[in-house]
């Protein structure tokens, strides 16, 4: 290592995942690369851990690039400590234990993050299981509550209920007072969602959510072209629905007679491509409105597998394979 400041942090070489080249989960390596060093504004945290999201597997075969500016490190959360505060920043200290939403650079013994994004750990979680928490949390409240305006008394449907994602938004539309439904594809996973709340639980396998739900307020799906239409039809009036992801396809017909009809909404957005301030604000709301419900356990994070960082690899197959119930994390070594 290069010596440093004379506070005691080093700057020099850390280990992190690279990819080698686009393509299959061998193409992540374990290795040295520079020392990130905080900018003003900007806050550098010794990773304890970080999680993997199905936004990395794209990004690992060359799908999904970094924005401007952000590292070419996978790795959209994680949690660690502080180890140093840039210029102008407050309310951080070296040594505060945190959690952070990221552009990019979670997988890796460092990382810079700019300090609107940071979060202090919600009371009752450990320092490691916080990793799973930032990504799915400002993608859940920014989407059901704060522009799905998801309200007690609603229905909501999230599709893919037993990842990261689902059981997450289960627990927090759970709590807000909504009636819950999910898709999965096996009874026991489903099983799963119903113990974490879920009112209504539907095989897409075996089963037409449509029929099975009839009506939704919000839904919220990650699957995009291939359930657009019945997405639509399982609307409530003046139902919302918000799409952030594509598993299913990139294009599909709009049936915009029943949008009308319905006085509905679709909308798709995305939370890694955001301003500092975009993200700041929903960081803002997660740690004022969701971080009680964290602490209180209405809400938990739910953590399927925890895997060495230096075997990305295989933490990115079992995302892949969607064997795991919850969150995969990414545990950094000594």
Not at 281 to 286: D, G, L, R, S, Y
Request: glycine share 14%; with cysteine; charged share 20%.
């Amino acid at each position: 290592m290069v010596p440093g400041l004379s506070n005691g942090i080093t700057f020099g070489l850390m280990r992190a995942i690279t990819v080698r080249e686009p393509g299959g989960p061998d193409v992540l390596e374990w290795t040295e690369v520079p020392d990130p060093v905080p900018g003003p504004g900007e806050v550098l945290i010794d990773v304890a851990a970080s999680a993997v999201n199905r936004a990395d597997l794209l990004q690992r075969q060359g799908f999904y690039p970094p924005p401007k500016g952000a590292s070419d490190i996978i790795g959209l959360e994680c949690s660690g400590t502080v180890a140093q505060v840039g210029e102008g920043v407050t309310g951080w200290s070296a040594g505060d234990e945190v959690c952070a939403l990221l552009a990019g650079g979670g997988y890796a013994e460092k990382v810079v993050v700019p300090a609107p994004q940071v979060l202090p750990l919600p009371e009752g979680v450990d320092l490691v299981t916080a990793a799973a928490l930032p990504e799915v949390a400002c993608t859940v409240w920014s989407n059901v509550v704060m522009d799905g305006r998801l309200t007690s008394g609603e229905t909501f449907l999230v599709h893919g209920g037993a990842g990261g994602i689902g059981t997450h938004a289960i627990q927090v539309a759970k709590a807000l007072g909504a009636t819950v439904a999910v898709t999965a594809g096996s009874d026991e996973r489903l099983a799963k969602c119903a113990e974490l709340g879920a009112d209504i639980t539907v095989n897409y396998k075996t089963q037409d959510f449509v029929a099975e739900v009839k009506s939704a307020d919000v839904v919220l799906d990650n699957m995009g072209a291939s359930y657009l239409g019945r997405n639509v039809d399982v609307l409530a009036q003046d139902g919302r629905l918000m799409i952030i992801g594509m598993q299913g396809g990139v294009k599909g017909e709009l049936p915009i007679g029943k949008l009308l009809a319905k006085r509905a909404m679709v909308m798709a957005t995305g939370l890694r491509g955001r301003s500092v301030e975009s993200k700041g604000a929903i960081v803002a709301q997660v740690r004022e409105r969701l971080w009680p419900l964290v602490g209180s356990g209405a809400v938990r994070p739910v953590v399927g597998e925890v895997v060495p960082m230096s075997d990305a690899a295989r933490a990115h197959r079992l995302v892949d394979e969607g064997s795991v119930f919850g969150k995969v994390l990414l545990r950094r070594e000594p």
